[in-house]
């Protein structure tokens, strides 16, 4: 998602201010705490007269009536483009992590350890790894062939060359020119795509092409590797402490999500494995349990062949410059380091 620009200068400089005030100190933002915080230069009316202009134009809102003003998530995304998404960790704190990574053993889940909870202090909020997944399985194409005019056999073939037979039971009988014409369809929809990228591609099927759909998506996750991929998190209590997990109901959904892999099945959906680092900001998320809050990941490994994902899960107050920074300088390191482990 990206906000088109249509905001004046000065409406750019006032946004940028209370995203950053209201990120520090987490309450409300008015106009006169930003001319006695800030050196703008102009009348308490005019920085009013702004804000309401920003409210207009959905960048932010009024949580009370007489209260100051909050960013909402197309203020936080555009603030994200606009000042946070080019941010780095500053070099002194590069090199702090790198010796860190040093210090350990050259063993994949110490790595995975260290990241989480560096993360999780760099960004003060709960920091997400994944272990990392081999031989993620890509269709490269199915055949069907009809044994009778209620069955047929489904023949799969991985881009790793794997080959998977199933048989499918049909509900009404089926011709071999029928299955063939549904197998050249679906394989246009679904190749070269992974289990996760190609169970979104059935919304919307019917009838035999939503049958043969699912039986080919779940051939490909039945050829994954059998590794299962762990979730390693840190930073629980940096969240606990933020207001807006105050609310038992809030806390308990975060402990939900991160109980049990439900975080991942709500979060890799949305996730591009070839757009590198990615933001999603409360309603942007495609989960509704993810909507509270926001998230910062990015994809490391090496090329298509090992790959993990790691981030920030947080509040959609939060410092998005050193959550984004952290999360690209680790994903980095991450990267060299598989490189180095897979190619010795």
Known sequence: ???????????????????????????????????????????????RNELAALERKGFVQHLHTSAGRVPTDRGYRYYVEQFAVGSSLPPQE??????????????????LELAASVLAGFARNVS????PRTAISRLRHFELL?????TALLILV???????????????EVTQVELSACADRLNDRLGN??????????????????????????????????????LHYHGLEHALQQPEFAA????????????????????????????????????ENLSEDLRPFGVVVATYGVDDEV???????????????????????????????MRDLYSA
Request: no cysteine; proline share 3%.
């Open 1 to 47: 998602m990206s906000v088109e620009d249509d905001l004046t200068t000065r409406q750019r400089e006032i946004l940028r201010l209370v995203v950053k005030d209201y990120v520090q100190a987490g309450r409300a933002v008015g106009s006169q705490s930003l001319i006695e915080r800030h050196p703008l230069n102009v009348s308490s009316a005019t920085v």
């Open 94 to 111: 590069q090199i702090m992590i790198s010796h860190q990574f040093r210090q350990v053993e050259t063993q994949l889940e110490s790595w």
């Open 128 to 131: 997400l790894v994944t272990s």
């Open 146 to 150: 009809s044994l009778n005019d209620r």
């Open 158 to 172: 991985t881009q790793e060359s794997t080959v998977r037979q199933a048989m499918l039971h049909l509900m009404d």
């Open 193 to 230: 795509l992974n289990p996760d990228e190609a169970r979104p591609k059935l919304n919307g099927l019917e009838g035999l092409d939503r049958l043969v759909g699912e039986q080919v998506v779940q051939g490909l996750e039945a050829t994954q590797s059998s590794e299962r991929t762990e």
């Open 248 to 283: 038992s109901e809030t806390a308990q959904q975060l402990f939900d999500l991160l109980r049990g892999g439900a975080l991942l099945s709500e979060l890799l959906p949305q996730i591009s494995e070839r757009d590198g680092l990615q933001i999603f900001i409360g309603e």
């Open 307 to 337: 790959t993990g994902l790691l981030g920030i899960l947080g509040p959609r107050r939060m410092p998005y410059e050193r959550s984004i920074s952290s999360v690209r300088y680790m994903a980095r390191l991450m990267s060299d380091l």
